[in-house]
Every structure is written in structure tokens, then in C-alpha cells.
T-cell receptor
Framework: GAVVSQHPSRVICKSGTSVKIECRSLDFQATTMFWYRQFPKQSLMLMATSNEGSKATYEQGVEKDKFLINHASLTLSTLTVTSAHPEDSSFYIC?????????????FGQGTRLTVV | GQSLEQPSEVTAVEGAIVQINCTYQTSGFYGLSWYQQHDGGAPTFLSYNGLDGLEETGRFSSFLSRSDSYGYLLLQELQMKDSASYFCAVLSGTYKYIFGTGTRLKVLA
């Protein structure tokens, strides 16, 4: 399998501050990564598609100015939650697939549990 | 819109067989995957069906009927460690997965 590393695993921040979450593909290159949000006991909701070297594609209802995505290299995508509020508290998780093939397996990071107080 | 429906919860005893169904309606379809997620953890890949029929991987099997927009995951010889949430996911575009509502499986001793 392939390894996707996500950092930090847990973060607590004050309301109104910004938090950056990193997603790295450690042993393969990923032109596309995905960011999901998961509330307790619920499904993974796709937030956006992160495209290396270009703008992210956001799903309907996701505020692109609030959830900033940067995919500056083939191995790193970042999600910044800006002006965080308690309702942004959730489990954020990224995934990536190997470049160049219609890959049937998505490799997930460990997830980041964000708590906004 | 897009939807993937699963039963919310299933309970079974150790050693039993359980089937988790998934019906889907998506704008694109390349295949159906299944993922397992333990509480607080990341989803882990179980299986993928790109064509109709049954795929078997050890104790787990997965089935797909594209004409019925339906699939299922079959877990045999249930073990306590199988207690987790299970998600079906449609590969709806290049690398892009849309996840189902999830099924919480409880395995009883």
C-alpha cells in the first residue's frame, strides 16, 4: 500500500483563529488529493478536491474562503480553516491516490480532530 | 443529487455471517468500494468492484450489480475486532470517492 501522513492528529484552537492541516503522500506522488469532514457517527463528506498547481474544486455548500486549500507540490496539500468557530469542530481527513492510473484504492491520512473553543 | 444509502446499524454474534447493503445514485460511476473505520481512526480499504459480480478477499466478499445500482459487503466468521463502521463508496470520477451513509456493525460475544 501507500502511505499518507496527516498532521497534526489533534488540535485545539480558540474561536476566531486559523488552523492549518497538512497532508503528505510519503512514498508516491499525488496530483490530486481530497479533503473530507466527518462529524461524530456520520459519513465522510467530501469538501474539496485539491489539484497540484491549480485551484481546488469545492463541493457545493463548502465555503472556499473559509477552507483554504493549497497543493503546492506533488506530495503536499494543506487545508487551512480560517476564522474557526465551534461549529467547525470536526474530524478532517485527507486522501490521495497514485498518479497516472485510475486507482481503485484511496489512501487516507490518519485524520485531524479539530476542536474550536 | 447523489446518494448512497446503507442501513445505519447491524448487530450479529461472533462466528455469524452478516451482509451490509448499499444502494447508490450518483452522477458518475466507475466502481464501488468498501471501507472499514474503527472509532477515531482512518478508513481502511476492504474491496473494490468495477464489474458486476462477487469479489472475495478472505473473510470478506463484495458484490456489485450495476444495473440495480446495488452492492453489498459480506462478512463471514465474524470476530469481535470486526466491530466498526463500514462505508460503501462510489468511485465517481478520476480518483474521486463519494461515501455512503455508513453502517455501524456490532459483534456480540
Amino acid at each position: 500500500g501507500a502511505v499518507v501522513s496527516q498532521h497534526p492528529s489533534r488540535v485545539i484552537c480558540k474561536s476566531g483563529t486559523s488552523v492549518k492541516i497538512e497532508c503528505r503522500s510519503l512514498d508516491f506522488q499525488a496530483t490530486t488529493m481530497f479533503w473530507y469532514r466527518q462529524f461524530p457517527k456520520q459519513s465522510l463528506m467530501l469538501m474539496a478536491t485539491s489539484n497540484e498547481g491549480s485551484k481546488a474544486t469545492y463541493e457545493q455548500g463548502v465555503e472556499k474562503d473559509k477552507f483554504l486549500i493549497n497543493h503546492a507540490s506533488l506530495t503536499l496539500s494543506t487545508l487551512t480553516v480560517t476564522s474557526a468557530h465551534p461549529e467547525d469542530s470536526s474530524f478532517y481527513i485527507c486522501s490521495a491516490s497514485r498518479q497516472g492510473v485510475m486507482n481503485t484504492e484511496a489512501f487516507f491520512g490518519q485524520g485531524t480532530r479539530l476542536t474550536v473553543v | 443529487g447523489q446518494s448512497l444509502e446503507q442501513p445505519s446499524e447491524v448487530t450479529a454474534v461472533e462466528g455469524a455471517i452478516v451482509q451490509i447493503n448499499c444502494t447508490y445514485q450518483t452522477s458518475g460511476f466507475y466502481g464501488l468500494s468498501w471501507y472499514q473505520q474503527h472509532d477515531g481512526g482512518a478508513p481502511t480499504f476492504l474491496s473494490y468492484n468495477g464489474l458486476d459480480g462477487l469479489e472475495e478477499t478472505g473473510r470478506f466478499s463484495s458484490f456489485l450489480s450495476r444495473s440495480d445500482s446495488y452492492g453489498y459487503l459480506l462478512l463471514q466468521e465474524l470476530q469481535m475486532k470486526d466491530s466498526a463502521s463500514y462505508f460503501c463508496a462510489v468511485l465517481s470520477g478520476t480518483y474521486k470517492y463519494i461515501f455512503g451513509t455508513g453502517t455501524r456493525l456490532k459483534v456480540l460475544a
